[in-house]
């Protein structure tokens, strides 16, 4: 809150005059009485008022509706005062004027124009009549944030705050994944970007909130914040993680992983190995049943029918013994001494 100035050149001409006068004079007796006089006239002429606007800076959501609090204290009718809104350095085109009872649009900062408004910083508050000149602005944008003057000036002077609007934004919904590591181990990762402030960041099971392994945050455009965190897990242990981002009341958002929905996707998978893994050892039980047929029958001494065309050496592997006549061998075939090969 800053003092009220009076505006001198206003309201002292008389004292002056009555000063110079009293010098003339030369009477102290008389200067006390102009004194008092003086002091006396501008309690008597002078509303006093002060500013009344939050210390903090006032919180609004990118898109949303700002609302700025500046009231006069003591309350009085401001609807014939000046009322401007404006941002440093720009006293001249400001935010909202409001002047000779009525919005003024002429000087207005083109990136105000047709959102900004006299608002009411409650709902039971009177307005302009209760000393209410609240600044009320639509669509807030990243642009918006910073400091705002609240300025208002009657004919004996003006009186002048700030109030600070931070622009908040909410990022995207986190995206979560779950990568299995093995048996009872999941890397849970948590994914969101376009937070400004930097949100917290935190993952729990239901039961108890979870330390991650890492939490990473990092800056992008315009000064948005993205987060990035990976924790893990044991389905055995929870059936399901959350991961929640958090700046305010309301401006948050959770994402959850079942974890056991997850566990379900590997084992159909094990499953199909061991499915494959079965069929393979049947398939080498068939075989070793085929070969042991195969010798059996061989034992059991198939005649090789003579002139035919045989894979010998498929029938060797098979466990027959084959017996072969020279003179009735094909011309390929080299016999070897004792007329016999393993
Ligand atoms: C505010 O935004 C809404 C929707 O985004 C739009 O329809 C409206 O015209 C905007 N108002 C102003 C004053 O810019
Ligand atoms: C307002 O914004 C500034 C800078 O962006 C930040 O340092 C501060 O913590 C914010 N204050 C609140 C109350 O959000
Ligand atoms: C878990 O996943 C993240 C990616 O989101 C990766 O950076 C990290 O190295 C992984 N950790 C392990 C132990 O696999």
Same mark, same amino acid.
């Given at each position: 809150m800053s003092r009220f100035v009076r505006d001198l050149t206003h309201d002292m001409p008389p004292c002056v005059i009555e000063k110079a006068s009293s010098r003339a004079l030369n009477t102290v007796m008389r200067l006390c009485i102009l004194a008092a006089l003086c002091a006396s006239l501008s309690t008597a002429t002078t509303e006093m008022f002060t500013f009344s606007v939050p210390k903090d800076p006032v919180s609004v959501r990118l898109g949303h509706v700002a609302t700025m609090p500046c009231s006069l204290t003591p309350s009085m #009718? !401001? %609807?014939g005062l000046e009322v401007r809104w404006y941002r440093p350095k720009h006293f001249d085109n400001p935010v909202l004027l409001y002047r000779e009872r009525q919005i003024q %649009? !002429? *000087? +207005?900062q083109a990136q105000y124009v047709g959102r900004a408004s006299l608002g009411l910083r409650e709902v039971t508050s009177d307005g302009l009549k209760g000393g209410d000149v609240t600044l009320k602005l639509v #669509?807030?944008? *990243?642009? =918006? +944030?910073g400091e705002y003057v609240c300025y208002v000036s009657s004919d004996q002077g003006y009186e002048s705050a700030s109030v600070f609007l931070n622009v908040t934004v909410v990022g995207t919904p986190p995206l979560l994944s779950a990568v299995r590591? =093995? !048996? =009872?181990?999941v890397n849970v990762s948590c994914v969101s970007h376009g937070w400004k402030p930097r949100p917290s960041l935190q993952w729990s099971d239901g039961r108890q909130t979870l330390k991650p392994e890492r939490l990473d945050y990092s800056s992008g455009a315009q000064g948005l914040v993205s987060a990035h965190s990976w924790i893990l897990s044991s389905p055995s242990s929870a059936p399901w993680v959350s991961c929640s981002l958090v700046l305010s009341e309301g401006e948050e958002w959770e994402g959850r992983v079942d974890l056991r929905n997850l566990a379900a996707v590997p084992e159909t998978s094990s499953g199909l190995q061991t499915a494959v893994i079965i069929l393979a050892l049947l398939l080498v039980l068939f075989v070793v049943f085929i070969g042991v047929l195969y010798k059996k029958r061989g034992r059991e001494s198939t005649p090789v029918p003579k002139g035919d065309i045989v894979d010998i050496e498929t029938m060797r592997q098979a466990g027959v013994n084959v017996t072969l006549d020279p003179n009735t061998a094909p011309p390929y075939l080299t016999v070897s001494p004792n007329d016999r090969r393993h």
């Open positions: #009718n !401001a %609807e %649009e !002429a *000087l +207005q #669509n807030v944008t *990243l642009r =918006d +944030q590591r =093995d !048996a =009872d181990s």
